[in-house]
């Protein structure tokens, strides 16, 4: 199977933004790849998006042609497909595209992430989140999205002695990152005070222990990477994908402070680019909640099971640490539009890899990793990007 | 321009409840959600009050400082408010009969969410300078709802405030007026509804800021002014953090804010809200002081008021009557089965 680059990046401002709408965010992360990448129009072979649920958030459906055709490429009657997967749709979209590359049917394609939630109030932006939980046996008696993680970090805390100050320093590292990147929603830093002392959404998971609601776009332009160098010096390949899923519903997994599908879409990706988990120097995880990155560093293997409060506490995942860990902001910080997460976190690992990151670059970054959920852990996918030789 | 302020006159009810009392019932820490919005308390209506009621109480505070008006010579009473106690049939046609100055008069009620009382001085300022009448009279009251649970129930409540517009003898004059107003779905309430409902955050950064920072920088411009020209500076206040925050952006110190806020201490009263800010204000002001008011609607548009204090202001009789600062000190806490009983949020009987 042929290799695959990423040759162009694109990303919206993420955060509450009120006057764009869908099609505005994705036909400007859109375009922004596209310019980035320098080909025209007519170099696009297919368009793949990422979107959650613009059906409930916005009553639309049918996205991809629309994106298309608001972007002007109408009349080149492109193949356009809508990827769905809960949280994980972005990084299932850059996956699918890729395989459709690999596999020699086209050459170039656009991958996009859109979502535009605030168009709803914040409970029915909630319902909608949750219903990538099991509806019939989790949300139907109440749990929430909150509630279900909450039921995580009681559980982590448990067993392995995480403790809230440890979740808020993730919050608080996350924050410091996004305070450096002008994209992100939250550029201010916070305290491990202002993290604890916030009003609790689902004890011990308080407001600040939560990714927020969030307006944005994202975009890449993949291309077969014999063929890379024609468009960029600086291409980025994407050595390495793992996919997986698992019992959608919390209750029926094996443990609690475990996400299996990120354990093997970890092992997965690790395994096709032969590398080990100590080769990755950065990484955007699926920060959705403070406990869920702390999982995430242990289950992509880069600190042992249990010790992913006691690290991020010492420090050793901020940035140019051992492992600079979120260095968008993350979820937290960066904002959470959810189909366009997988694609943003490609566009942070791309700018690191290409050292176009400025403030918050991580230096002598090789080699990259995604990890990207959907639902609470139904859904895992990761990604692993080095720089092209 | 050469209309103003003739009089004016407050009304607060005594009636208060805290924040932490209301989430005390919702399981809600209600102090925090208090602070939150620097809220301490709203006031409530007794349970013989209604928008009407309080609106006589402030046109009645209006006329006692200035026993020289002739009620016969206000030739139109405006009420602005979101809770008149009929759909149908006017509150101002009962204003007007209780001061006397019906029959020959054109009255009407008006709606624009919480600025409706400011058209109404908008109105009657250009009614009084085309000479149709001598004084008008603008009106916004306001027993604001919301449903029990809601995050707006920590904060509507109730209030009047009553002025009489004209020429002459003015004890402030309004030099500019400016209004800003876009088709924007904010805060609404459909006939028949007995809640508002709202956007949530959308309430704020693309309704309330966008609108009062509009009309204010378009105030400034129209009036050549700057925020060091005004001595006091008042604005729609849903809560005690949006005027705080609109104020500062737009260069306002705490000192020239501090007097118009009573949203701290009596809660949202909605259409009467700027107003009874800027009647807190008059009761102190000197002649010769500047004040900057702006307000807002939900829907959504807001007023501007570029006001100097003249020297008409001390002929008034401030001391008629309680003063702004009077009524809001002068308190009856009550608990949450009073306030339900007050607000009619029990059910007495069927049918």
């Known amino acids: 199977m042929r290799g695959v680059s990423v040759i162009g990046v694109g990303e919206t401002q993420f955060g509450e933004l009120w006057d764009k709408s869908f099609r505005d965010l994705g036909i400007e992360a859109g375009l922004k790849a596209i310019q980035d990448?320098?080909?025209?129009?007519?170099?696009?072979?297919?368009?793949?998006?990422?979107?959650?649920?613009?059906?409930?958030?916005?009553?639309?459906?049918?996205?991809?042609?629309?994106?298309?055709?608001?972007?002007?490429?109408?009349?080149?009657?492109?193949?356009?497909?809508?990827?769905?997967?809960?949280?994980?749709?972005?990084?299932?979209?850059?996956?699918?595209?890729?395989?459709?590359?690999?596999?020699?049917?086209?050459?170039?394609?656009?991958?996009?992430?859109?979502?535009?939630?605030?168009?709803?109030?914040?409970?029915?932006?909630?319902?909608?989140?949750?219903?990538?939980?099991?509806?019939?046996?989790?949300?139907?008696?109440?749990?929430?999205?909150?509630?279900?993680?909450?039921?995580?970090?009681?559980?982590?805390?448990?067993?392995?002695?995480?403790?809230?100050?440890?979740?808020?320093?993730?919050?608080?590292?996350?924050?410091?990152?996004?305070?450096?990147?002008?994209?992100?929603?939250?550029?201010?830093?916070?305290?491990?005070?202002?993290?604890?002392?916030?009003?609790?959404v689902a004890e011990p998971l308080g407001l600040f222990d939560c990714a927020p609601l969030s307006d944005g776009a994202a975009a890449l332009v993949l291309c077969a990477k014999e063929k890379a160098r024609k468009f960029t010096d600086t291409p980025i390949d994407l050595v390495g994908t793992g996919h997986a899923s698992d019992f959608i519903a919390v209750h029926d997994r094996r443990d609690l402070t475990t996400i299996d599908a990120t354990v093997i879409a970890g092992k997965r990706a690790l395994h096709a680019a032969r590398k080990t988990p100590h080769d990755v120097k950065v990484a955007e995880v699926h920060d959705n909640f403070t406990i869920s990155e702390i999982m995430a560093i242990e289950d992509l293997r880069f600190v042992p099971k249990g010790k992913g409060g006691f690290a991020t506490e010492d420090g050793e995942t901020a940035l140019n640490a051992r492992i600079s860990v979120n260095t968008s902001g993350g979820l937290k910080a960066r904002g959470y539009p959810v189909g366009a997460t997988g694609v943003a976190q490609a566009v942070e690992i791309v700018r690191q890899l290409r050292g176009e990151a400025g403030k918050r670059q991580v230096s002598g970054a090789e080699l990259g990793l995604t990890h990207t959920l959907g639902g609470t852990g139904g859904t895992a996918v990761v990604h692993l990007y080095a720089r092209g030789d | 321009m050469s209309a103003g302020i003739v009089s004016y006159g407050g009304y607060v009810p005594r009636y208060r409840i805290a924040p932490k009392d209301i989430g005390a019932v919702w399981g809600v820490d209600g102090e925090a959600m208090g602070k939150g919005l620097n809220i301490r308390a709203k006031s409530v209506p007794g349970p013989d009050e209604d928008v009407i009621t309080m609106s006589v109480e402030a046109a009645r505070n209006a006329l006692r400082k200035a026993p020289g008006i002739d009620p016969k010579d206000i030739g139109a009473?405006?009420?602005?408010?979101?809770?008149?106690?009929?759909?149908?049939?006017?509150?101002?046609?009962?204003?007007?009969?209780?001061?006397?100055?019906?029959?020959?008069?054109?009255?009407?009620?008006?709606?624009?969410?919480?600025?409706?009382?400011?058209?109404?001085?908008?109105?009657?300022?250009?009614?009084?300078?085309?000479?149709?009448?001598?004084?008008?009279?603008?009106?916004?009251?306001?027993?604001?709802?919301?449903?029990?649970?809601?995050?707006?129930?920590?904060?509507?409540?109730?209030?009047?405030?009553?002025?009489?517009?004209?020429?002459?003898?003015?004890?402030?004059?309004?030099?500019?007026?400016?209004?800003?107003?876009?088709?924007?779905?904010?805060?609404?309430?459909?006939?028949?509804?007995?809640?508002?409902?709202?956007?949530?955050?959308?309430?704020?950064?693309?309704?309330?800021?966008?609108?009062?920072?509009?009309?204010?920088?378009?105030l400034f411009k129209r009036a050549g002014t700057r925020p060091d020209d005004y001595d006091f500076a008042v604005f729609h206040q849903p809560n005690g953090k949006f005027p705080v925050r609109a104020g500062k952006q737009l260069g306002f110190n705490d000192k020239q804010m501090d007097t118009g806020l009573l949203v701290r201490e009596i809660g949202n009263t909605y259409s009467g809200a700027i107003m009874v800010g800027l009647c807190a204000i008059l009761d102190i002001a000197k002649a010769g002081q500047r004040i900057f008011a702006v307000g807002y609607g939900s829907g959504a548009g807001s007023d501007g008021f570029d006001i100097t204090v003249t020297d008409g202001i001390d002929a008034l009789d401030r001391k008629a009557g309680r003063t702004m600062r009077q009524m809001v000190e002068d308190v009856k806490f009550i608990d949450y089965a009073i306030y339900a009983k007050f607000r009619k949020k029990i059910r007495m009987r069927e049918g």
């Open chain 2, 77 to 218: 009473i405006y009420v602005g408010s979101e809770s008149h106690p009929y759909a149908v049939k006017p509150t101002a046609t009962i204003v007007a009969e209780a001061i006397e100055a019906a029959p020959i008069l054109t009255a009407a009620d008006y709606e624009f969410a919480c600025k409706a009382g400011t058209a109404a001085i908008q109105t009657t300022m250009g009614l009084t300078l085309s000479d149709m009448y001598r004084y008008g009279m603008a009106v916004g009251a306001d027993t604001s709802q919301s449903a029990p649970g809601d995050a707006l129930e920590y904060s509507a409540s109730a209030g009047a405030a009553a002025f009489v517009i004209g020429k002459d003898p003015m004890i402030a004059s309004i030099n500019h007026t400016v209004s800003y107003t876009t088709d924007t779905p904010d805060f609404w309430r459909r006939e028949g509804q007995a809640y508002p409902s709202h956007g949530g955050r959308f309430t704020g950064e693309p309704a309330y800021f966008k609108h009062v920072l509009s009309c204010a920088n378009l």
């Open chain 1, 37 to 200: 990448a320098k080909i025209a129009a007519e170099n696009v072979d297919a368009l793949y998006v990422g979107n959650m649920s613009a059906g409930k958030f916005i009553d639309q459906e049918h996205v991809a042609a629309l994106v298309a055709d608001y972007a002007g490429l109408a009349d080149q009657h492109l193949p356009t497909v809508r990827v769905e997967g809960g949280g994980a749709c972005g990084a299932i979209a850059i996956h699918q595209a890729a395989m459709s590359i690999a596999s020699g049917v086209y050459d170039i394609v656009v991958v996009g992430g859109a979502e535009k939630m605030t168009d709803v109030g914040d409970v029915e932006a909630m319902q909608i989140l949750s219903s990538t939980t099991d509806q019939e046996w989790e949300s139907v008696f109440g749990a929430t999205f909150a509630g279900l993680h909450a039921m995580m970090a009681r559980r982590h805390m448990f067993e392995h002695g995480t403790t809230r100050e440890q979740l808020a320093a993730v919050a608080v590292k996350n924050h410091r990152h996004g305070a450096m990147n002008p994209s992100a929603q939250f550029q201010k830093e916070i305290t491990a005070d202002m993290v604890l002392q916030a009003p609790r």
